[in-house]
């Protein structure tokens, strides 16, 4: 559909959302979220200009329509149930306990968890990892081991089902000290590798780690949360989907990641081990 178009169903249909709401155009304006200025400009015959993704969430959810109707896109207006936003951006602040996160582990409780982790998954970090890259980091270390033992005893409980895949280059790297890890000893990181090894035979097998070759495949660091949510990992955000079809997507390519890995779940903990008893001059 041309640009020019959808935006004149939409601007259409923000008429008839204005006219049954009773409200003046500040007052329609102010339960959206927008000043009035940018509502007169949605509302121009001169413009084809459209809203914010946000926005456009936003004025649905107020209004009780669906995006669809909205947009021009179908006649039915009616919404079977809540709508749910299909990208979310939630920032990471400093509690584990204070964010979504414990939530969403929560919420998919009983359904399958894909992780890729960002570096050494955060469940199997020593105090002492957990310590260092929270300085470099500059952040909460006790609210960074509140995470961490979070994810130990969830990754516990009977009913969980976690998968993790990540690049095997990256242990190798960490084993090395290379990169961000150059400022632990020798002795700390081969104790970082005797812990995950531990713990990796402690959780299976409702803990899974799966290792690829990373030269040969790449992923971005994300959290697939059972069939419902997606959080892919931007730092100190992360962008959340809730939409079916990139979930699926996402679950898609996870899948291919495990079905590429060379080190197997039930072959990481060794793994582990014998990288810290390696001569790690010779990796």
Known sequence: ???????????????????????????????????RSALSQLLSDATTRLPRAETLMTIAAEHKVSLDWLLGLSQDEGLTGEIRASLEIEEGPGGFDRTL?????????????????????????TETLVAYE????NRNRRAQAIETQYRIDYSRRPETDMEVCMPRHTLEIFARGLGVWDGLTEQQRRAQLNHMARLLDDLYPTFRLF???????????YTIFGPYRAAIYV??????LNATAPIRTLTRHFDNLIRGADINAH?????ARKLAQTDLSTL
């Open 1 to 35: 559909m041309d640009k020019r178009d959808l935006s004149g169903l939409f601007r259409e249909r923000l008429k008839t959302l204005l006219q049954r709401s009773g409200q003046n155009q500040s007052a329609f304006a102010a339960s959206v979220g927008i000043d």
């Open 235 to 240: 730092g100190d955000m992360y962008l959340v």
């Open 101 to 125: 996160l414990a939530k969403w582990h929560a919420e998919a409780a009983g359904s399958k968890i894909r992780y890729v982790p960002a570096g050494i998954p955060d469940l199997l970090r």
């Open 267 to 271: 072959e990481a903990a060794d793994f």
């Open 134 to 137: 929270a300085d470099i980091a």
């Open 211 to 221: 290792l690829y070759d990373g030269r040969a495949r790449y992923s971005i660091p």
